[in-house]
Nanobody, 118 residues
Framework: QVQLVESGGGLVRPGGSLKLSCAAS????????MYWYRQAPGKQRELVAE???????NYGDAVKGRFTIVRADDVNTTYLKMNTLKPEDTAVYFC????????????WGRGTQVTVSS
């Protein structure tokens, strides 16, 4: 019954933009810290961005200044706005949720592919 579903991935040219969405079917969504990770083939997962229940944000160094994470608690959704995309941003992007007070309550989405290519 708990589910995270990413959407918005696709093919974009270098310098372009994409907006990813993560729809969360989670009770008390507002108490979860939300994360975006990404993983390229043969590589480990990398933290892209995170946002706490209070709105505190953190970004990975590779995307800082280009990506923005936003949450909309009224619709149980978090977004990742990606600007000035580079080929090295190509990866599967995963949505992750962790309860702020009960860390064992952790969920992952299946991922959405982002490909940046000319």
């Amino acid at each position: 019954q708990v589910q995270l579903v990413e959407s918005g991935g696709g093919l974009v040219r270098p310098g372009g933009s994409l907006k990813l969405s993560c729809a969360a079917s989670i009770v008390d969504f507002s108490f979860y810290t939300m994360y975006w990770y990404r993983q390229a083939p043969g590589k480990q997962r990398e933290l892209v961005a995170e946002i706490s229940p209070s709105g505190r944000v953190n970004y990975g160094d590779a995307v800082k200044g280009r990506f923005t994470i936003v949450r909309a608690d009224d619709v149980n959704t978090t977004y990742l706005k990606m600007n000035t995309l580079k080929p090295e941003d190509t990866a599967v992007y995963f949505c992750h949720a962790q309860h702020s007070f009960r860390p064992p309550l952790t969920y992952w989405g299946r991922g959405t592919q982002v490909t940046v290519s000319s």
